[in-house]
């Protein structure tokens, strides 16, 4: 069993600048391909970003492409980050932390976080 806790959600203007956490237990070796999908406002939940266990691999949605960035911390394997740049209003959502097998492009999500809201204002 894995457990993902999520930070760093808020509100923001757009244009500005956003950092989510995750930080992942459960599994000894630490071994953990993590990601982020997020529910707009009445949307469905949609993927965003994820993370190879070894950081080498990384997949994005069209949508957040060149905007975003998921990256692992150095020294902690079971932390990634999301960096969120040039935030638009459409951005804002629920966005979850998710571990499971990385699948053409996008995660499997076995795992979930609690969720975190993220709000971009106009």
């Known amino acids: 069993q894995v457990q993902l806790v999520e930070s760093g959600g808020g509100l923001v203007e757009a244009g500005g600048s956003l950092r989510l956490s995750c930080a992942a237990s459960?599994?000894?070796?630490?071994?953990?391909?993590m990601g982020w999908f997020r529910r707009p406002p009445g949307k469905e939940r949609e993927f965003v970003a994820a993370?190879?266990?070894?950081?080498?691999?990384?997949?994005y949605s069209e949508s957040v492409k060149g905007r975003f960035t998921i990256s692992r911390d150095a020294a902690k394997k079971n932390l990634v980050y999301q960096q969120m740049n040039t935030l638009r209003p459409e951005d804002t959502a629920v966005y979850y932390c998710?571990?499971?097998?990385?699948?053409?492009?996008?995660?499997?999500?076995?795992?979930w976080g609690q969720g975190t809201q993220v709000t971009v204002s106009s």
């Open positions: 998710a571990e499971g097998p990385l699948i053409a492009g996008t995660i499997r999500g076995n795992f």
């Open positions: 459960g599994r000894t070796d630490s071994k953990y391909n």
């Open positions: 993370i190879s266990w070894g950081g080498g691999t990384t997949y």
